[in-house]
C-alpha cells in the first residue's frame, strides 16, 4: 500500500523489449571505459576531496558541500543521461525551433539546450553544468 504519496509514484513499465541489462549500448561490449588521463575518480573508496561531483552519498556531514550533487537538489536523480524512472517528478517537455531543441526535465527544472546549427564544442576551459551539447538535424 505505500505511504499516502504512494499514488504518485511511476515505478515503470518493466524490463525493455530486447531483455538488455544495461543501458551501456557504446562500447558494443556493455563494458564501461576506462578513465580518462587526468581525471580525478569520486565515490567509494576515492580520497574525499571538494567539489563533490558524484549523484549521492558525500565525503562528511559538515555541511552541504560535503553531500553529494543529487542530496543538494544540483541535479535530480532522473536528469539523466540516460533518462531513467525515477520515481516522481520524471515529465520531461521537448521544445524545438529551427536551430536548437530543448530538453527541460520535471526535475530540478534543468533544461538542456541543444544548438543544431553545427557549432564547434565549447573551449576545455569554458565548462557548463550540463555539458556542452551538440546536434545535428
Do not use: K
Not at 500500500?1 to 543501458?23: C, E, H, K, Q
Amino acid at each position: 500500500m505505500g505511504a499516502y504519496n504512494n499514488f504518485w509514484f511511476d515505478r515503470g513499465a518493466g524490463i525493455v523489449d530486447d531483455r538488455r541489462t544495461s543501458l551501456i549500448v557504446d562500447p558494443p561490449d556493455g563494458r564501461v571505459p576506462a578513465p580518462q588521463p587526468g581525471v580525478d575518480r569520486q565515490g567509494p573508496g576515492a580520497d574525499p576531496t571538494r567539489p563533490v561531483r558524484f549523484r549521492v552519498g558525500g565525503i562528511g556531514a559538515d555541511g552541504p558541500e560535503d553531500r553529494g550533487i543529487a542530496e543538494r537538489c544540483l541535479l535530480g536523480f532522473n536528469t539523466g543521461p540516460p533518462i531513467v524512472p525515477g520515481g516522481y517528478n520524471q515529465n520531461i517537455q521537448i521544445f524545438q525551433t529551427a536551430d536548437h531543441v530543448v530538453i527541460l526535465n520535471e526535475m530540478v527544472h534543468d533544461s538542456r539546450i541543444v544548438p543544431l546549427d553545427g557549432r564547434a564544442p565549447l573551449p576545455g576551459d569554458l565548462r557548463q553544468w550540463l555539458g556542452s551539447s551538440r546536434g545535428r538535424w
